[in-house]
């Protein structure tokens, strides 16, 4: 069964160093999606991602933040300039369609900013 | 904002009985509404869903069933099994272009063999 996988795992950095996370969508989805769920609370949406542009993003998602789809299979996160209360565990999603379509999620990329 | 709500944190029944486990939501633009399962250290799992033109929808031992005039909902798992421990989120989507998941906080399950 398709599925969505992420990498790293764990990624540990220093406050102010700059983080890529990877994510590989499953192959026919359309639509793709960052949330990110710090220890102890909900899961929080980020952004949404289709056609080459961010559909919607959070307020979250500031201008330390931005997304990419390099080629055909990647879709990548990147914090600029980390800050201690972007540790979180990160989710990526995708989705086939438009309209009520569910999204798959990955295994997540725990992030923990020293 | 808390848009979407999971006022219990946890629950522990007894295999082979009923979980039921309740979502309130307060956006009465939300349209679909899905349960997901998330184990620790894994992303979430899709179990079941049910748009807002309906009031149950059901797929082998889940159901979920939605009262739109009390913006709720309940997931109803029977019977319990010892792997359905894991912590259920509710999440509602409001259709649209980009459909974003707004997620309640959660409601540990655990199910005593």
């Known amino acids: 069964e398709p599925e969505v996988t992420q990498t790293p795992s764990h990624q540990v950095t220093q406050m102010g160093q700059e983080v890529i996370l990877r994510c590989v969508p499953i192959?026919?989805?359309?639509?793709f999606y960052w949330y990110r769920q710090i220890l102890g609370q909900k899961v929080e949406f980020l952004v949404s991602?289709?056609?080459?542009?961010?559909?919607?993003k959070s307020e979250i998602f500031d201008d330390q933040f931005s997304v990419e789809r390099p080629d055909g299979s990647n879709f990548t996160l990147k914090i600029r300039s980390t800050k201690l209360e972007d540790s979180a565990m990160y989710f990526c999603?995708?989705?086939?369609?438009?309209?009520?379509?569910?999204?798959?999620f990955g295994p997540g990329t725990r992030l923990t900013v020293l | 904002d808390q848009q979407v709500k999971q006022n219990s944190p946890s629950l522990s029944v007894q295999e082979g009985r009923i979980s039921i486990l309740n979502c309130d939501y307060t956006?009465?633009?939300?349209?679909?509404f899905l349960w997901y399962k998330k184990y620790p250290a894994e992303g979430p799992t899709f179990l079941i869903s049910?748009?807002?033109?309906?009031d149950k929808n059901e797929d082998g031992r889940f159901t979920v069933f939605l009262n739109k005039s009390a913006k709720h909902l309940s997931l109803h798992i029977v019977p319990s099994q010892p792997g359905d421990s894991a912590v259920y989120f509710c999440?509602?989507?409001?259709?649209?272009?980009?459909?974003?998941?707004?997620f309640g906080t959660g409601t540990l399950l655990a199910v005593q063999p």
């Open positions: 999603a995708s989705r086939a369609t438009g309209g009520h379509d569910t999204q798959y």
């Open positions: 192959s026919n989805h359309l639509y």
């Open positions: 956006n009465s633009m939300f349209d679909y």
């Open positions: 999440a509602a989507m409001r259709g649209g272009a980009t459909n974003k998941l707004i």
């Open positions: 991602f289709y056609n080459n542009e961010i559909s919607e």
């Open positions: 049910i748009s807002s033109i309906k």
